[in-house]
């Protein structure tokens, strides 16, 4: 980590005052000298007063949505970044993992993503209910099937992405479908995706993701087939 702020964590937030601090603090224990950009959806609690005392820089996000965070938060991406970290602000995802994630993209020019796969053989639903976790394996079979992307945990919250491959990447998503539009963007760039095992926790403060947002995640998974990159 000898380059100034090669890495570049960014967190969508609304109301996470119960996590976001945590984990940022987490990152920075296993991350040297990581820049962290957190875009704020309007959150009314101390969420975004937390996220500066952590030396964060707070972006006021301009349209509500996890996928127009996303949009935001990579215009605020400097010439130095070499890797991007997307992570949950709600203390769900263990920082231990993220030095790993970033080592494999160092030694596989091949591989454009390393993502935090939830469902392996450790995993217990005691951060999930069993709806979500249905919804998510019927999810990842459709989005196999119809974008030719095989991925067990296709909506996890930890993923590491090369920078060349978001510098020009305009998310058409607006919300929750921003990672399936994502998990495409990478292969269709041509680069692979790989997965790791990740303990996930139970979250800390209010969860966001509805089962109805499952429908717009199906409806993105759909509407890849039809933009060309």
């Not at 790993?100 to 639903?125: A, Q, S, T, Y």
């Not at 909506?155 to 998990?183: C, H, Q, S, Y």
């Amino acid at each position: 980590m000898k380059e100034e702020n090669r890495v570049t964590v960014i967190v969508a937030a609304l109301n996470e005052e119960k996590g976001i601090g945590a984990t940022l603090e987490e990152l920075g224990w296993v991350l040297e000298n990581p820049r962290y950009i957190v875009v704020d959806g309007g959150s009314v609690d101390g969420t975004m007063e937390i996220a500066e005392k952590m030396g964060a820089e707070v972006v006021v996000q301009e349209r509500r949505g996890k996928g127009q965070a996303i949009a935001q938060g990579l215009r605020y991406v400097n010439g130095g970044t070499r890797y991007i970290v997307f992570v949950d602000a709600d203390y769900t995802y263990p920082a231990e993992y993220v030095p790993m994630m970033i080592g494999v993209l160092e030694e596989n020019p091949d591989i454009g993503m390393v993502c935090g796969n939830r469902f392996n053989g450790k995993f217990v639903l005691r951060g999930m209910s069993n709806a979500f976790y249905v919804g998510n394996r019927f999810l990842a079979f459709m989005q196999y099937l119809l974008n030719g992307v095989k991925m067990r945990d296709p909506l996890t919250g930890l993923r590491v992405v090369r920078w060349g491959i978001l510098k020009d990447w305009r998310p058409k998503a607006k919300g929750f479908d921003v990672e399936a539009e994502l998990n495409h963007h990478v292969e269709r760039r041509g680069y692979r995706i790989k997965e790791v095992p990740v303990h996930y926790r139970r979250r800390l403060g209010k969860k966001k993701l509805r089962l109805r947002d499952g429908l717009t995640i199906l409806r993105r998974i759909l509407l890849e087939n039809f933009y060309d990159y």
